[in-house]
C-alpha cells in the first residue's frame, strides 16, 4: 500500500514538474546570448550596457553614461537587435499601425526617436511586428503597454 501510493505521487510530480520546467525554461532569456550581443554592440568597450528591463523573451539594455540604448528581442527565429544612441535623441514616442478600416487590431508596435536635428526615416526601433513569425504568441496590445512602460523608462535616460 505504501509503495502503490509512493509511485503515484512521484507520476503526480513529474506531470506537474515537467511542462512547469518547460515554461520556465522557454520564457528564460539565455545570459550567455545577451553578454555576446552587449560585446557586439559595445564598439570597442565605449558603451557598457545594463540590463534595465526584460520580459517574455525581450530586454532592454541601456549605458546611462555614454547614453546608449540596445533593446533585443529574442521571440524570433532570428534576433532582433537595435541599437539607438541617446546623444543624438531629444525624445521618445511609441508608434502604431493598423491595418485598414480595422481600429481594433495592430500590425506594429515601434518607438520612433526624434533626434535634435529632426526626425529621420531610419530613427525608428520595430517592438512588435505582426508580419513576423514569432517563436511563442505574442499578443499586440501587451506589446503596446510593455512599449510604453519602457518609453518611460527610456524617456528617463534622455
Known amino acids: 500500500m505504501d509503495i502503490s501510493i509512493i509511485i503515484i505521487d512521484l507520476i503526480f510530480i513529474l506531470i506537474i514538474s515537467i511542462p512547469l520546467y518547460l515554461v520556465l525554461n522557454s520564457s528564460k532569456i539565455d545570459q550567455k546570448q545577451i553578454d555576446s550581443l552587449f560585446a557586439q554592440y559595445s564598439q570597442n ?10 520580459h517574455q523573451r525581450k530586454a532592454l539594455a541601456m549605458d546611462a553614461q555614454n547614453r546608449g540604448l540596445l533593446f533585443m528581442d529574442f521571440n524570433l527565429k532570428e534576433p532582433y537587435v537595435a541599437f539607438q ?14 491595418p485598414l478600416g480595422k481600429s481594433n487590431l495592430l500590425k506594429k508596435v515601434e518607438w520612433i526617436f526624434f533626434s535634435k536635428c ?6 525608428g526601433v520595430i517592438f512588435h511586428d505582426a508580419d513576423k513569425e514569432y517563436i511563442v504568441p505574442v499578443y499586440a496590445y501587451e506589446e ?14 534622455l
Open 85 to 98: 544612441d541617446l546623444a543624438q535623441v531629444e525624445s521618445c514616442a511609441v508608434a502604431t499601425a493598423n
Open 118 to 123: 529632426g526626425t529621420t526615416p531610419d530613427n
Open 45 to 54: 568597450n565605449r558603451y557598457r550596457f545594463q540590463l534595465v528591463a526584460s
Open 144 to 157: 503596446l503597454k510593455l512599449a510604453e512602460e519602457w518609453q518611460g523608462v527610456i524617456n528617463k535616460h
